[in-house]
């Protein structure tokens, strides 16, 4: 009998079906254009981008221009790609520009369904962003469909690591720009770095599609984004420390994996500070208690963390004798990527690699504030519904999801709950054997290298042939994906979330004809792609009559999205497939969220050796363990999202500041502003408002105002004179440092000192706020301790932040004001020696790098060999070369790296 919910929704549909229906008359609308649209040649499709844009300036709207725009949008990529979009990629596009996240199935093609929003939205000139998980997928996607963007007469821009300046630049001055995440954010964090306008890279946040929405929006979420600089050498502590942890016993610690956290007990503490002292880490007189001792609690804590909580091949690998990290819900290497707090010289010490050094923090940014910069977002993925509440509540978007183009046709089994790891891995062993006997292709889901590796290990001894795509086949992962659909194939996968490429039934058509090219660069390309095209649907055939292909998954994750994300990748455009999970109750997930009353179950059923339990009952109580550990998730996430926004407050008004200072032509007022709200602080520091002129320090006032405004006035006098008061001395403290400052204009040049003004605030800003941001992470670390005095730490650090904040420009203001006053031109004497001095220094580094490589580096240039003319001490000859280009002393260095840096 249905229940009163499931009578509703038949009766009145979903919410999303609604939306759906609702969205059906516009694709009806698209498509009676399209006889319209294929009519025109390719100069007018061209022609109609240039109409769009002009109705477009005259008023008309993007909804108004929907309809033809994704007719014209088909049409281009029909001539283009030869794919003309089904009507369910149409509503897919729809939903993306109206900013939600389109849910469609893998294999429906998402990547086109992209090019339909981005076309309409980049009419407006305000460029779009296109976002990808990896360097891989944004080449592919870019030159992929940006075909289809050169057919309407648009431009498609690549944005990827170490690329030149002004190629990023070009990249996102063009009409659509395809770039990752990582970049995207590191750019924004960079272009508040600079110094001039005009090596800004981006040029606003006007729309943002984002490709695998889930993984990039929340999985990747919990780490923010951090441009930093090397801090002090500690790496001899983490080593002493690393030798002290492993005879730890399991009485000198508690761990808790949910939260994954590993303490010292009482009894840890004691045995610890006995083995402190022993090691003369900690002085004899001190307890690990007091404050002097923070250092060193901080990295015998990290060093606990290190050996107890991270593995090697699970959540890192040792490769070229460096820590890099594993994303767990990927399985991909992070490589650049470091844990924060010195965890991750903790690693490398426990290693036995080289510790590199800690890090201070310069600029950060979450994934979550940063998306949130853009005016419209919309998202793209196979599975969001279930994290549809934290994609509502942080970025606005709504979820809908899209029909498939054909029926599903994959058959989803229970899962199968063994009592042991060994019974679990033998049925599978055996599972996979009986499928790849009968030619059916088997992806074989892991949640870790480890295990990969360890199943690997058992099919070989079974005699199956596989493959194996974890971290460490990363750059392989293309091929991989795309022979795993071949007849019999098995493949041993870390995690499948945003792999970027099907898994087609016989194999990729592509792929194999790239191959045959490749073996025979004589042939003729077309009778070869012919042949294979005729192999591949024999190939197909055989496939769908083996079964299709068959998900066979390892253990559950955490997230159910995971386990649907690798669900979804048998069964894409109504193939035939099928889906098990096989799990045992020794399980990280069945372990850690409570087991015990189906191990009672099981054992109450009196199981043989080997035998599974299967039932829908199980599935859903599953269900809910993850839906537990989701919502802890979550609310982890959004607890740090509200201590960030405090931050991203403060980030957000540091950096409009500069972009004011950095279009600014004349900060002259900006800079007399600071200094008489200096003389302001001054002034009323050493002659308090409503006291008497006995009770003012003139002494104290007059070196101030030497130190800090450069200026030499007879403050002692003045306070000695009869009716003067504060706001008399204030006015003539104003007149007097003004007067030095015009005497400084006139010596340097009006020009030049609105420069030097213009850098000195700049410069002086970024050291404030990498000091300010040091400052609020020590806060962080410590402000959860308020909770024990009954005080909201949030509160707490909202509160002490913004006073942090306040101090933090009153100092920038004197800084400013104190630099200002004392700068002054060079004399031909002082510049003739600073010039010697800097070309000595040049000439010692050269001569030391030389000696620490003695092989020469091979350059375009000779290196060594300077250009013709060059003269070491004239500037005047080494002409003008770029930044980045080569210097023309023949270093084989940058410019900016060698004679530039003078």
Known sequence: MLGLGAVAKKVFGTPNDRKVKAERKTVERINALEAEYQALSDEGLIAKTEEFRRRLGAGESLDDLLPEAFANCREGARRALGLRAFDVQLLGGIFLHQGNIAEMKTGEGKTLVATFPAYLNALTGKGVHVVTVNDYLVRRDAEWMGKVFAQLGMTCGVVVPHQPDDEKRAGYAADVTYATNNELGFDYLRDNMRSSRRDMAQRGHHFAIV????????????????????????????????????????????????????????????????????????????????????????????????????????????????????????????????????????????????????????????????????????????????????????????????????????????????????????????????????????????????????????????????????????????????????????TIATNMAGRGTDIKLGGNVEFKVMEAIAADPDGDPDAIRARIEAEHADAERAVKEAGGLFVLATERHESRRIDNQLRGRSGRQGDPGKSSFFLSLEDDLMRIFGSERLEKVLKTLGMKEGEAIIHPWVNKSLEKAQAKVEGRNFDIRKQLLKFDDVMNDQRKTVFEQRLEIMEADDIAEIAQDMRHQVVDDLVDAHMPPRTYSDQWDAEGLYAQAIEALGVDAPVIAWADEDGVDQDTVKARLYEASDAVMAEKEEAFGADQMRSIEKQILLQTIDK????????????????????????????????????????????????????????????????????????????????????????????????????EGFVEDDPSTWGDPGRNEPCPCGSGKKFKHCHGSY
Do not use: C
């Open 768 to 867: 404030k706020w990498r000091e300010h941001l040091l400052t609020l992470e020590h806060l962080r670390s410590v402000v959860g301790f308020r909770g024990y005095a009954q005080r909201d730490p949030l509160n707490e650090y909202k509160t002490e932040s913004f006073q942090l904040f306040e101090g933090m420009l009153d100092g920038l203001r004197a800084d400013v004001t104190k630099q200002l006053a004392q700068i002054r031109p060079l004399t031909e004497e002082e510049r003739k020696e600073m010039l010697e001095r800097l070309v000595a220094q040049q000439r010692a580094a050269q001569a030391a790098q030389a000696k620490a490589q003695p092989q020469p580096v091979t350059e375009p240039a000779a290196a060594g060999q300077g250009a």
């Open 211 to 490: 490709d695998e929405v889930d993984s990039i929006l929340i999985d990747e979420a919990r780490t923010p984004l951090i441009i930093s600089g090397p801090a002090e050498d500690r790496s001899d502590l983490y080593v002493t420390v690393d030798r002290i942890i492993p005879e730890v016993q399991d009485e000198h610690f508690t761990l808790d994996e949910k939260t994954r956290q590993a303490t010292f007990t009482d009894a840890g503490n004691e045995w610890l500070e006995e083995r402190l002292v022993a090691a003369g880490i900690l002085p004899e007189d001190q307890s690990l208690y007091d404050p002097e001792s923070t250092t060193i609690v901080h990295h015998v804590n990290q060093g606990l963390r290190a050996h107890k909580l991270f593995l090697k091949d699970q959540h890192y690998i040792v490769r070229d004798g460096e820590v890099v990290l594993i994303d767990e819900f990927t399985g991909r290497m992070m490589s650049g990527r470091r844990l924060s707090d010195g965890l991750h010289q903790a690693i490398e010490a426990k290693e036995g690699v080289e510790i590199q050094p800690e890090n201070v923090t310069h600029a950060s940014v979450t994934f979550q504030n940063y998306f949130r910069l853009y005016e419209k977002l919309g998202g793209m993925t196979g599975t969001a519904a279930t994290e549809a509440e934290e994609f509502a509540s942080i970025y606005g978007l709504g979820v809908v999801e899209v029909p498939t183009n054909r029926p599903v046709a994959r058959e989803d089994n229970d899962d199968a709950v063994y009592r042991t790891a060994r019974e679990k891995y033998e049925a599978i062993v055996a599972e996979i054997k009986e499928a790849h006997e009968r030619g059916q292709p088997t992806l074989v889901g892991t949640t870790s290298i480890e295990k990969s590796e360890m199943l690997s290990g058992l099919l070989t001894e079974a005699g199956i042939p596989h493959n194996v795509l974890n971290a460490r086949q990363h750059e392989q992962e293309a091929q991989i994906v795309a022979d795993a659909g071949k007849l019999g194939a098995v």
